[in-house]
């Protein structure tokens, strides 16, 4: 009878004993995924102003010079980018959409089901207008035209048709981005 209480009890220690090892390893593992994922953000950060993407916040301000800047939603995922203004009977003056994209190259939109004549401005990874398409039309049915940038661009912003005209928006100028507070 002695040695089976012996032997419970050197079982109860051991069970102890691996509860404590499996919850310092469980602790050991979320320290290191937390110092990843401080790096990693770190880096995104970082590398944000150097001309590569980041996912950017809901609205973000689109700023051309001291007189000229746009309120745009921010399409981030497939599923906005997809949509974009689709359906929309209206957009506000100095409002619209920017495509945030992982990298550079020709972009391809058409208006399927978009209810507003639109102009695109494409934007490289330097933030500098690499191409600009004025006026595209609203298609209800199929076939729709399908507009493609000239040039290599990582982000594309839709705003009303005639705000590139009215603001004297170029190729060759310069766009900033900055977070809406």
Known sequence: MVKRAS?????????EFLKKE??????LLLVMFC???????????????KGKSKVLENK????????????????????????G???RKNLEEDAGMLFNFTSEKNRSFWMK??????????IDKDKKIVDIIENMEPCLE???????????AMYALEVNAGYVDKNNIKIGKSASFREVE
């Open 22 to 27: 499996n919850l310092i390893v469980f602790i």
């Open 113 to 122: 089901n978009t209810l507003i004549p639109l102009d695109i401005i494409f």
């Open 35 to 49: 110092v990843i994922l401080s790096f990693y953000y770190y880096l995104d950060i970082n590398n944000y102003d």
């Open 85 to 87: 203004l689709m359906h």
């Open 7 to 15: 032997n419970k009890n050197k079982e109860k220690k051991s069970s």
């Open 142 to 152: 199929e076939p729709c035209q399908v507009y493609e940038s000239k040039y290599p």
């Open 60 to 83: 973000i301000d689109v700023v051309f010079d001291a007189t000229s800047s746009v309120r745009a939603e921010v399409a981030n995922t497939d599923t906005e980018k997809t949509k």
